[in-house]
Nanobody, 129 residues
């Protein structure tokens, strides 16, 4: 499974940005997806996740109410819409895939980055006026 993240850039506070992750490879529909971010000099942190069937989503408190993760199986993409961006959202954003056998049963999601099998290359989001 290969992941390609895109959509980052320099934006002003308060605007919206949509990140996209293209998923390709064998049995890509068997994977739940997540978005993580890394601040400069800090560890990577969980942002949002969606179950392999697309029915369940989960968000970090820091983006709850401002972020929307979605899957488009027809286009093999996973997106993260971020609204009302803040300077503290400035980070490199990564999409990741975890096989459905390794996620929490019933929910189909995990926030544990160590469980994720594949990672995209990251896309930089800078929020600044």
């Amino acid at each position: 499974v290969q992941l390609q993240a895109s959509g980052g850039g320099l934006v002003q506070p308060g605007v919206s940005l949509r990140l996209s992750c293209t998923v390709s490879g064998p049995m890509a529909d068997s994977y739940s997806m997540g978005w993580f971010r890394r601040y400069p000099g800090k560890a990577r942190e969980f942002v949002a996740a969606i179950s392999f069937g697309g029915l369940n989503t989960y968000y970090a408190d820091s983006v709850k109410g401002r972020g929307t993760i979605a899957k488009n199986d027809a286009k093999d993409t996973v997106s993260l819409q971020m609204d009302s961006l803040k300077p503290e959202d400035t980070a490199v954003y990564y999409c990741a895939a975890v096989h459905k056998n390794k996620v929490r049963a019933g929910i189909g999601i995990t926030v544990d980055e160590n469980r994720y099998d594949f990672w995209g290359q990251g896309t930089l989001v800078t929020v600044s006026s």
